[in-house]
């Protein structure tokens, strides 16, 4: 089993950056897609972006594209998401997530850190 620790969330003004990180735990990290997906109020849990196992390729929501950007530490087990001119849109918790299969779909992922609420004020 995969063992996610978000953190990094907090309160950051339109425009800013701010950077979570994932950290994991288990034997196998290297051998999974890592994601990041988040849930505002009142809205479904949506994808935003992910990376594959070796961090040679990465996924971005048309949403986010050009903002964020993910990136992967297989030696610390960490992987990280890198927010940039951000939106009051953007406001939402946000999930770290682990597949062993599969880059898009909420179901392709079999473990799920807690979450790291981020919100971005006007």
């Known amino acids: 089993q995969v063992q996610l620790l978000e953190s990094g969330g907090g309160l950051v003004q339109a425009g800013g950056s701010l950077r979570l990180s994932c950290a994991a735990s288990g034997r196998t990290f290297s051998a999974y897609v890592m994601g990041w997906f988040r849930q505002a109020p009142g809205k479904e849990r949506e994808f935003v972006a992910a990376i594959s196992q070796g961090g040679a390729t990465t996924y971005y929501a048309a949403s986010v594209k050009g903002r964020f950007t993910i990136s992967r530490d297989n030696a610390k087990s960490t992987v990280d998401l890198l927010m940039n001119s951000l939106r009051p849109e953007d406001t939402a918790v946000y999930y770290c997530?682990?597949?062993?299969?599969?880059?898009?779909?909420?179901?392709?992922?079999?473990?799920w850190g807690q979450g790291t609420q981020v919100t971005v004020s006007s």
């Open positions: 997530a682990a597949s062993g299969l599969g880059y898009y779909k909420e179901t392709s992922y079999a473990y």
